[in-house]
């Protein structure tokens, strides 16, 4: 059976979960990778066949989705040249996580499809909502990456098509210890503006991930610039985790047991929704980050329950079951039931 995998490049969480899921969807047929709106330097740890522009969403000033900026920012017609020239039929299935070139050349096309991404659980009522919700990023979460089959991913399963996060195996492998340092992400934010509300806890330090050359120290607090070896080895050791309310290092910090205090980018939906779920799970939430909310928070925060987490491997056996029962693959069939026989042969794996 041939799968192309098809990951939307911009932001860290889409390629953190693509590295773990290609090291397992080897074993249940061969694949092709694409990647759209990302660097070409992303590594998502296998060969990229295909690298396209896509469609990249710009943000203003309070992290909101500026759509007249989002719309001159983006090549319509290279867009619809990419979508005409991919392809698409060459597969027998395509993999998307909310990657949009391939989602509309599938559907132009009829090709088979399913998604799994973290966006996709919010096609499920299910899933926490701010009180208030926004009706373009509901638009979004459903028409940017269009798919009839998904798999969500969220910090809880909230129904049968939503999992609980995916953890990839160099977080899994930590060895975990809670020192007395808080590690910071929140890129919205600029240095200046961290080192002002951080230096009133001279007897905190933190230690921030943030676009800089080197490493520098200025006072109780530590400017680190991204290297994901450092940042695995300082999230293995902090006592807590400051961070923006995406997906990835949120759920990270959870099934690691650490303190975790999450400030969504204000306006952007997605962060709003994802911290509505994450203060129902008894994580501190705050608006924006100011001393008293901070003062607080040292003082009574504790780390919440982690959900029971899915093997990726089980996870995909599970995936490539399901999909003999749907119609849209019925002459992949007998190839997918074939290749899955063989594995199972090999593998003590409860289905």
């Known amino acids: 059976m041939k799968v192309l995998y098809a990951i939307q490049g911009t932001g860290n969480g889409h390629i953190s979960r693509a590295r773990e899921i290609l090291s397992h969807l080897g074993k249940f047929c061969d694949f092709d990778v694409l990647i759209s709106a990302g660097d070409d330097s992303l590594d998502c740890g296998f060969p990229v066949k295909y690298r396209l522009k896509g469609i990249t969403l710009k943000y203003n000033s309070g992290g909101g989705i500026d759509k007249l900026g989002t719309f001159y920012k983006n090549n ?15 597969y027998d299935l395509v993999i998307n996580d909310f990657e949009p070139v391939s989602a509309w050349a599938c559907k132009w096309r009829n090709v088979p499809i399913i998604a799994m991404s973290h966006q996709s659980a919010y096609r499920s009522g299910a899933c926490p909502r701010p009180r208030i919700r926004n009706h373009f990023g509901e638009f979004l979460f459903r028409w940017y990456a269009p798919t009839e089959h998904y798999y969500g991913f969220h910090f809880q399963s909230y129904s049968e098509h939503i999992k609980a996060p995916l953890i990839r195996s160099e977080v899994r492998d930590l060895k975990v210890e809670n020192g007395s340092f808080n590690l910071v992400y929140l890129p919205s934010y600029s240095n200046l503006q961290l080192l002002k509300i951080f230096r009133h806890f001279p007897s905190q330090r933190f230690e921030i991930f943030c676009k800089i050359e080197s490493r520098r120290r200025i006072g109780n607090c530590v400017f680190n610039p991204a290297d994901q070896y450092v940042f695995l080895e300082k999230l293995r050791k902090c006592g807590a985790v400051i961070c923006g309310a995406g997906f990835e290092l949120p759920s990270e910090s ?4 650490k303190r975790l205090l999450a400030i969504p980018i204000r306006g952007q939906y997605e962060q709003e929704c994802n911290a509505e779920a994450l203060r129902k ?18 003082r009574d925060s504790e780390a919440v329950a982690a959900p029971e987490v899915p093997d990726t491997e089980q996870f995909l056996t599970q995936v490539f079951n399901d999909l003999n029962k749907h119609t849209f693959l019925e002459k992949k069939l007998l190839q997918i039931d074939l290749g899955l026989s063989e594995y199972n042969k090999t593998q003590s794996i409860s289905i």
Not at 285 to 292: F, H, Q, W
């Open 76 to 90: 319509i017609i290279q867009f619809y040249r990419d979508l005409k020239q991919l392809p698409i039929q060459d």
């Open 254 to 257: 959870i099934y690691l047991g």
């Open 281 to 298: 799970m008894g994580v501190a939430v705050m608006r924006d980050l100011n001393y008293a909310g901070l003062n607080q928070w040292f």
